[in-house]
């Protein structure tokens, strides 16, 4: 689950998830495969989930040798009520200047998982 600073505009959103979210698994073993993950995208005022089944092929590989899990966010399809797009910086989260640096952008996340 993804927590935002304002509430996501679905109406927006939605007919652009399929682009917006993209998940794959890097498996920690070099002669495996990258594999996309298929996954699932709620919204929900301002969190977004996005969730994905352990028997998916990825995420078994994944639960096996372990890797890393990335959830790629083009935070150019997220937008506010306002019809502002979300920024992809993590200053905010991190605790440096609260105020995104700009609109829009790939927010990468990296999700460690061991076997």
Do not use: H, Y
Request: glycine letters at 6%; a negative charge; one cysteine or more.
């Amino acid at each position: 689950m993804l927590d935002w600073t304002g509430v996501i505009d679905p109406d927006r959103f939605v007919p652009f998830q399929l682009a917006a979210i993209q998940v794959v698994s890097l498996p920690a073993k070099q002669n495996l495969p990258v594999l996309a993950v298929r996954r699932s995208v709620k919204v929900n005022d301002n969190q977004l989930l996005v969730a994905a089944s352990l028997t998916d092929p990825g995420m078994a590989t994944l639960m096996e040798v372990g890797g890393t899990l990335l959830i790629d966010v083009v935070c150019d399809f997220l937008r506010d009520d306002r019809g502002q797009p979300f920024s992809s910086s993590l200053s905010a989260a991190l605790g440096f200047d609260p105020q995104p640096l700009a609109p829009g952008g790939l927010m990468r996340l990296a999700i460690p998982v061991t076997a």
